[in-house]
C-alpha cells in the first residue's frame, strides 16, 4: 500500500522559512514525477513545484519562484520543500503527490496524495 506523509508545516511569520518534508512508503519514488501542492480556503488546489525523475529536473509556479526549492532523497524515498521568504499569501493546506509517469502540473493527473499539512504565514 502506497502512503505519502508530509511534516513540516506549522505556523511562521512573514519572511520566515518552513521546510516540508514527504515521505513515501509502499513504492520506490525515485524515478517518478513529485509534486508540491497548495489549497486555500475557498480555491482550486494549485501547483507549486514538481521534481521529475532521478536527473532531478524541477519545475515551479510563478508564485513561488526564486522563493521555494523542491528536492529529492532517493536513499530516504522522501521530497523536500524548501520555503524562503514566506508571504500571508503562501498560506494553504500543502499536498505531496506522486505520478506513476508522466509529468503535469494539473492535480487531477497525480495517482497518490499525502494527507496536507497546515502552512500558515503571520504578517
Known amino acids: 500500500q502506497v502512503q505519502l506523509v508530509e511534516s513540516g508545516g506549522g505556523l511562521v511569520q512573514a519572511g520566515g522559512s518552513l521546510r516540508l518534508s514527504c515521505a513515501a512508503s509502499?513504492?520506490?519514488?525515485?524515478?517518478?514525477?513529485m509534486a508540491w501542492f497548495r489549497q486555500a480556503p475557498g480555491n482550486e488546489r494549485e501547483f507549486v513545484a514538481a521534481?521529475?525523475?532521478?536527473?532531478?529536473?524541477?519545475v515551479y509556479a510563478d508564485s513561488v519562484k526564486g522563493r521555494f526549492t523542491i528536492s529529492r532523497d532517493s536513499t530516504k524515498n522522501t521530497v523536500y520543500l524548501q520555503m524562503n521568504s514566506l508571504k500571508r499569501e503562501d498560506t494553504a493546506v500543502y499536498y505531496c503527490?506522486?505520478?506513476?509517469?508522466?509529468?503535469?502540473?494539473?492535480?487531477?493527473?497525480?495517482?497518490?496524495w499525502g494527507q496536507g499539512t497546515q502552512v500558515t504565514v503571520s504578517s
Open positions: 503527490a506522486a505520478k506513476n509517469s508522466g509529468y503535469s502540473t494539473n492535480w487531477r493527473a497525480y495517482d497518490y
Open positions: 509502499g513504492r520506490t519514488f525515485s524515478s517518478n514525477p
Open positions: 521534481i521529475i525523475g532521478s536527473g532531478g529536473i524541477t
